[in-house]
């Protein structure tokens, strides 16, 4: 299923004599998905119950917070690795530096190669399909109209050149 977006017409904060240029976002759309989903979608892929994915599940959230909050990191292989990080601020003194100057502990998650997105994947299972939400065209309802590709500007993502379908690898 392609990944929708929409067009953002944007000035670089940095640079107030800048000239604003469209850009492509990702959006998201509907509910985000649960436990429940993911369950139900192994469930389809294998010969296990529901209830036995959906335990599974449970124990391994529950498995992984234990041993984050044990001060470990957690890698799971051609997946990621989940760690704690914290916002912090300093003393001046090394006395006076300790539990009272975190603010706030973050999970952060850094995605195995096997996962990130690739733009530039030849395999149609893992290339990555995008539709432009205001104009709702996609590669599939425009044919082959735009034989020439797209041009790949600055953004590192494929620029849009006719409204719809971005395909990064054209």
Request: hydrophobic share 30%; glycine share 12%.
């Amino acid at each position: 299923m392609p990944v929708p977006y929409k067009k953002i017409l944007r000035k670089d904060p940095r640079n107030a004599a800048a000239t604003a240029k469209y850009y492509p976002q990702l959006v998201t759309q509907g509910n985000s998905a649960d436990l429940d989903d993911i369950a139900y979608l192994m469930k389809e892929a294998s010969s296990l119950s529901l209830g036995d994915i959906k335990s599974v599940l449970t124990n391994f959230v529950e498995s992984m917070r234990t041993l984050l909050y044990g001060g470990q990191s957690v890698n799971i292989k051609d997946f990621g690795v989940f760690r704690l990080g914290a916002r912090t601020f300093g003393s001046e003194e090394e006395k006076d530096c300790g539990v009272k100057n975190i603010k706030s502990v973050k999970i952060n998650f850094r995605a195995s190669n096997s996962v990130k997105p690739n733009l530039n994947s030849t395999r149609a299972g893992d290339r990555i399909k995008f539709y432009d939400i205001m104009t709702g065209i996609t590669e599939e309802a425009k044919g082959n109209e735009n034989e020439e590709g797209d041009d790949n500007g600055g953004n590192g993502g494929g620029e849009d050149n006719g409204g719809g379908f971005i395909d990064p690898a054209a």
